[in-house]
């Protein structure tokens, strides 16, 4: 079993930065692949961007350019900083993780969730 925990969301006015954390317990962390993802009301879950074990990164195409996803394996967590937040970012942002050398994309592939953190942007 893997635990996740994130932290970091809250109400932030339209221009302004977050960094998401999520720290992970229960297995070894650097054998995780770790991945963001948001759910806005009344839209489907989606990925956001995914870190592989060596770093390799995945970002969704709408995601490119203010979003960065990193991990520190010493500190077990993985951060999503996000730049130019805009009202439309309002989700739950919620960790994921899966013991997997690959980077999946889809929400299904992925085994272990946390319970998510709230990002609503002001305009």
């Known amino acids: 079993q893997v635990q996740l925990v994130e932290s970091g969301g809250g109400l932030v006015q339209a221009g302004g930065s977050l960094r998401l954390s999520c720290a992970a317990s229960?297995?070894?962390?650097?054998?995780?692949?770790m991945g963001w993802f948001r759910q806005a009301p009344g839209k489907e879950r989606e990925l956001v961007a995914a870190?592989?074990?060596?770093?390799?990164?995945y970002y969704a195409d709408s995601m490119l350019g203010r979003f960065t996803i990193s991990r520190d394996n010493d500190k077990n967590t993985v951060y999503l900083q996000i730049n130019s937040l805009k009202p439309e970012d309002t989700a739950v942002y919620y960790c994921?993780?899966?013991?997997?050398?690959?980077?999946?994309?889809?929400?299904?592939?992925?085994?272990?969730w946390g319970q998510g953190t709230q990002v609503t942007v002001s305009s």
């Open positions: 994921a993780a899966h013991e997997t050398p690959f980077i999946f994309i889809t929400a299904q592939m992925y085994a272990y």
């Open positions: 229960g297995r070894t962390f650097s054998s995780l692949l």
């Open positions: 870190i592989a074990l060596g770093g390799n990164t």
